[in-house]
């Protein structure tokens, strides 16, 4: 089939490349026309694995095609998938002004019947508007809106494209289904179909949910910390249970990235305009925002007084891709970039000379070892394999004072003692760390987690 992807961004470029390893005729247009330029080389603008091997193939095989001409994209395909940016306002409501430029322009070009299927996160109701103004802007040609909104992990968007949980399709119009059954035909996922608006819903509420799964955990260990008792247990115990599920338990720095935040703010936006109270969401997001902070307070109530420079490992909002957007990395080092000490970064993906105004009071580095020598803080931000797998051992040696703050709960405990690092974790007080002979959180095999005095 033809299709057409309206915005070649994250879900864009994937489901452009997707859908044409799938076998479909795909052209891709973007308004950014550098990203054109680069697309058309077989470039990707983004990091995401597996995506330029997919685009390469895509090309090479004549099923994938970039433009920087809407009007090439419209007459190329009866199907458009809208894939364009809906970032938050200052209000927090969703900013559809590039959907309605395009659905706009659509309409005026088009010399047939389309349909129009929404990807970008879109508030309820949007693709209602979207249908009206469309077919009142050309009433001569039936345009058809769809929702279908995208669930895919940055990380992994490919795998997901490929391998979804579920297909959420909305539309208002039951005629429209074998069409979008012939799309997806080749996606092993069960594909739930619903109306538009509670399509629209799906996405708030799933991303929404997610995200307060991880303010609760990070609550928690708010809570174990001053208790005395280890979140990582209460995550384990809770997330044993299957009603709970051990997804989203991980404490940690909090959530970020171009999704959940926005879409909470988005979610709240829609709540007020309804007049319905939605006081979780907004103590989710709350829980979520102290965060930052409270690590950093930790990290200087920790550091030697005469201490002058501080490392950071790891910017991106998570691991496996290089996209910085709302990042707590970023709310960290607007924290400390108020005191006086020099700050060092190092991210696999985010490389010297990234234009970011927030890395402005910060050195990167291309080695973690550059990023850690002579230093006298450790904060880890980022669970980077990279970061697991290093010799902390050899890399102790590099730094003047050993504080280490994992922000993601991701190394092992024991082995960065043993290195000789101030080891701390979030949602462990760190005194408890200290190993003393009976320790009831050790078995006597060296496994955390069982009480010696059980076994
Ligand atoms: N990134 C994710 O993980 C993810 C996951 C699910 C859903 N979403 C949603 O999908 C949508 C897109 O997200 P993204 O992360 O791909 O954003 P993005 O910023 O990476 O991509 C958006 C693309 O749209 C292009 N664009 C903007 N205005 C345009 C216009 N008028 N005409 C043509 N192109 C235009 C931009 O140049 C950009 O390339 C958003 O609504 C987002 O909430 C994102």
Redesign the pocket.
């Known amino acids: 089939m033809k299709i057409a992807v309206?915005?070649?961004?994250?879900?864009?470029l994937v489901q452009a490349a997707g859908l044409a390893q799938l076998g479909h005729e795909v052209i891709a247009?973007?308004?950014?026309q550098r990203?054109i330029a680069t697309l058309k080389k077989g470039l990707s603008p983004i990091y995401e694995p597996g995506l330029e091997e997919c685009i390469k193939r895509g090309i090479e095989g004549k099923r994938l095609f970039f433009t920087d001409r809407l009007e090439e994209a419209v007459f190329f395909a009866p199907v458009l998938f809208l894939?364009?940016?809906?970032p938050a306002k200052s209000t927090g409501e969703a900013d559809l002004s590039?959907v309605f430029?395009?659905a706009h322009q659509i309409a005026l070009l088009a010399e047939e019947e389309k349909m129009l299927i929404i990807?970008?996160?879109v508030p309820v109701g949007t693709g209602d508007k979207v249908e009206k103004m469309m077919r009142e802007i050309s009433p001569s040609f039936p345009f058809h809106v769809v929702s279908n909104p995208?669930?895919?992990?940055?990380g992994s968007a490919l795998h997901d494209f490929l391998l979804p949980d579920r297909i959420v399709i909305g539309l208002d119009d039951g005629g429209l289904a074998p069409l979008l059954q012939e799309i997806y035909k080749g996606i092993p996922a069960p594909i739930l179909w619903m109306d538009r608006r509670s399509a629209e819903m799906v996405k708030y509420a799933a991303n929404v949910f997610l995200a307060t799964k991880i303010s609760f955990i990070n609550m928690m260990a708010e809570l174990c910390e001053s208790l005395s008792a280890d979140v990582e247990m209460v995550s384990l115990g809770m997330g044993s249970d299957r009603r709970i599920g051990p997804h989203f338990l991980k404490a940690g720095i909090g959530f970020g990235g171009?999704?959940f935040p926005?879409?909470a703010f988005a979610l709240m936006h829609m709540a007020r305009e309804a007049g319905v109270p939605v006081p979780m969401v907004e103590a989710m997001m709350e829980t979520n925002d102290r965060i930052p902070d409270r690590i950093v307070h930790r990290l200087l109530s920790l550091l030697p007084i005469k201490a002058r420079r501080i490392t950071l490992l790891g910017l991106t909002f998570k691991p496996g891709t290089d996209d910085l957007r709302d990042s707590p990395s970023l709310k960290v080092i607007s924290h400390l970039a108020k005191y006086p000490y020099t700050l060092r970064a190092y991210d696999p993906l985010v490389k010297e000379g990234t234009p970011h105004p927030a890395l402005h009071s910060v050195a990167l580095t291309s080695t973690i070892q550059e990023a850690i020598e002579g230093t006298e803080a450790i904060l880890l931000l980022t669970e980077w394999p990279e970061f697991k797998e290093a010799d902390w051992i050899r890399l102790r040696r590099l730094v003047s004072h050993p504080l280490f703050i994992d922000g993601r709960n991701c190394l092992d405990e024991e082995k960065m003692k043993k290195a000789g690092f101030q080891y701390i974790r979030i949602g462990k007080k760190p005194t408890l760390f200290l190993k003393t002979e009976g320790d009831p959180r050790e078995s006597t095999d060296g496994k955390r987690g069982v009480p010696a005095s059980r076994k």
Do not use: M, N, P, W
């Open positions: 309206i915005g070649a961004g994250y879900v864009g247009y973007d308004i950014h990203r894939t364009v940016g809906t590039a430029a395009v990807k970008s996160t995208e669930f895919l992990r940055q171009s999704c926005k879409d």
